[in-house]
C-alpha cells in the first residue's frame, strides 16, 4: 500500500515522503480498514514541525485526526463490525495514551471503540471530516460549558470551522452566541449563518461592544481560539463568575517569538472578578473519558450531521501523490473548502 510518511520533524514540504508499506494486520479488538477520504488538517502539519501536544515516534505516517473507510477485516475479538462496513476512524491520539495510526495512508488500523459506522447517505468528503471538529464544538459548548438556552456565548474566530459549528449548534440548541472576527467582510456571512451578534475587531472594541450588547447582567461563558492580546480582552468582557475555556491559539502559529505565545491576563480581574480560564484539548479529553463517553458522543455528533443540524462543507479531493500540491493548502490564506486526501475516487 501506499503511505505518506514523514521521516523526522521538520517542515511538511521537507519531510514528507510517498513509500510503499505492507497492509497492517488487525490485533484483538482492532479492524483493518480501508481509507476512502481523510482530511489535512493544520494540527497535522504542526505535529510534524513538533509544535504540537504530542510527538509521535519517527518515522511517522502523516494524518492524526480522522477519516472515513470501510472494514476490510477484523482481528480477534471484535465484535459487532462486518467486512465492508462503512465507518468514520477516530484517530485522536489520546494523552495519555497509545500512539494511533496515521490516516494518510490506503489501509490502517483501529480499535474498534474509535469506529463509528456512518450511512450511506452522507459524503465521503463530509464523513471524513465528521469527527473532530463538530466533537470539539458539541464538548465545548454542552459539556465544558454547559451553556443553557437563552444565555450568551462569546467566542473568538467565529468564522473558523469550529466557530461555524458553534454557530449552528447554538442556534439549535437556543443559545445566543456574540460572534468576534477580524475582517469587517466577514461580517454579514457570520450574520447569515446565524450568528445572533457579531464584533470586528478591526474597527471595534472588543470590550465595549462586549458591554453593549448584554447589558448589565453581561456575558459569562465564552470560548477562544486566538489567544494573545485577543484572548486577554475576552477574559476582561466577561462578567464577575464569568469562565473561557481556550481550544485554540491562532495568533501564535508560526510564531517563534515567546512573548507572542501567551494571554496577557490582568491579574485583577482575574482576582476580584473570580474569572476562570481554562484549556481544553481534544486528544487530553480522548484520554481521559471512557470508551463509552467516546462512542456516546460520537453517535450524537453523527446524529447533528445527518440531521443537517451541523453542516460540514465538501472538501478539496486530491490523490496521495499529488501531496506537494495538497498539504499547504491546508495553512494557506482564503484557500476555500478542506483539503482532503480521497483513494479510489470520493462520493
Known sequence: MHALVAGKIGEPSDVLRLESRPVPTPDAGQALIRV????????DLHVLRGRYGFTP?????GGNMECVGRVEAV???????KIGERVVVVAVPAVPGPEVDGTWQEYLVADSWRLVPIPDGLSDSSACQLAVNP??????????????????LLQTAAGSTVGRLIIALSRHLGIRTINVVRRRDAVDEIRALGGDEVICTQDEDLLQRVAEIAGPAGVRKAVDCVAGVVGAQV?????????????????????????????PLPARSLIYETKAVRGFWLNRWFGTASPEQVLRALSEVRSLVTGDVLAIPEGQPFPLERFAEAVPLAEAPAHGTKPLFVFEGVR
Open 36 to 43: 476512502k477520504a481523510t482530511p489535512i488538517h493544520a494540527s
Open 235 to 263: 477574559c476582561q468582557a466577561l462578567a464577575p463568575g464569568g469562565e473561557v475555556v481556550v481550544y485554540g491559539a491562532l495568533s501564535t502559529h508560526r510564531q517563534t517569538d515567546p512573548a507572542a505565545l501567551t494571554i
Open 75 to 81: 482481528g480477534p475479538d471484535c465484535e459487532g463490525l
Open 135 to 152: 466533537l470539539t464544538a458539541l464538548l465545548l459548548v454542552t459539556r465544558e460549558l454547559d451553556v443553557q438556552p437563552g444565555e450568551w
Open 57 to 61: 515516534e519517527f518515522p511517522a505516517v
